[in-house]
């Protein structure tokens, strides 16, 4: 008899705006798992882990999927529960030991072991009485995140982008019918740093040719201009462009990492695509040796999974964290948004969010 439950929910919330990317074009509702984990011990105090893992069909998994390997996860990770909520260093090794008793136990399933992940995370913060980030040894300082916007037409990109003006740099999803209109009609109504992301959806003659119009409408990235394994062509319009190209479907898990050096200057980690905090601060740390720019991004999460993310957030060099503000509805309170776009990490236990009333 396992002495830690775990408890998942499958959650389907409306988009605030269509969220559509070149290669999904549904994105009208985001669909998200939640799972919050307790013992016996933890229910009787009060108390339970909460965690998020946002299951993307293009990485192989579903919320079915999801649920099929959970049990396998919550087997691996069960040796370890003990161990969290002791001494600091204890509980650290023991969430690391976690992690890799995931990885051991099966290997992708990238958003089911995030889940899990953050919730022995939120648990073990929980248990010690302190913040996540405090837990991880790193600071509340984080940068601040930038606003996604999906692709529509030129005007209604733009009008969205007008809504937008407060956060200090716009991520603009591109590879659609009219991507050079789009950013015209962004630049004409922001004027701070735009961020592109063609989600694999251009080719590589037509990418070179816009390098030169990006670079004049201040955009300051390209993020995976190509498909995931096409290295040679990301690496071709890196060495043809001034501006860092960022692998974000072609950078899932840490091993990743090392065949990117020399392809691209930049790189995005996402927790829900390596497996959780955990996976998340390694891979930043190990980019960071590698000599990448470290972006660190989200998917479609409640304030659950940004929570988490925003606590390894001060690894990053870019940050964007807005995967909540997308969303019509977020179930959760208690992450906020500072004037400046900065997520806010308080002194609050573990991830300092819990369910709205
Ligand atoms: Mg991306």
Known sequence: ?????AESQTLRIPFRDPFRIARDMSGDVAVTVIVEVSTADDRAAGRSGLGEGFPDTYYG????????????LLEAVEPFEERLGGAMAETRDALAGA???????????????????????????????????????????????????????????????????????LKIKVGGAADLQTLEA?????????????????????????????????????E???????????????????????ADESCVVYDDLEGLVGVVQGVNVKLAKCGGVGPARRMLARAGELGFRRFLGCMEETSVGI?????????????????????????????????????????????????RR
């Open 186 to 222: 962004v630049r004409a109504v922001y004027h701070g740093p735009i961020r592109v992301d063609a989600n694999t959806g251009w080719v590589p003659e037509q990418a070179v040719r816009l390098v030169p119009e990006l670079e004049r409408l201040g955009v300051v990235l390209i």
């Open 61 to 72: 998994e579903n919320p079915d999927t999801m649920a099929a390997v959970l049990p396998l």
């Open 307 to 355: 929570a988490a993310s925003a606590a390894v957030a001060s690894l990053a060099d870019w940050v964007d964290l807005d995967g909540c503000l997308l969303l019509a509805d977020d179930p959760f309170e208690g992450l906020a948004l500072s004037d400046d776009c900065r997520w806010q990490l308080t002194d609050a236990p573990g991830l300092g969010v819990s369910r």
């Open 224 to 246: 995976q201009p190509f498909p995931a394994h096409r290295l040679d062509q990301l690496r071709w319009l890196q060495e043809r462009s001034s501006l860092p190209i960022v």
């Open 99 to 169: 992690s890799w008793a995931m990885d051991e136990a099966i290997r992708h399933h990238g958003a089911a072991k995030c889940a899990l992940d953050i919730a022995l995370h939120d648990l073990a913060a929980r248990r010690l009485g302190v913040p996540l980030h405090a837990l991880l040894d790193l600071p509340a300082a984080i940068p601040p995140t930038d606003f996604t916007i999906g692709i529509d037409t030129p005007e209604v990109v733009g009008q969205r982008a007008a809504r937008a003006t407060r956060f200090p740099a």
């Open 1 to 5: 008899m396992s002495r830690l439950l």
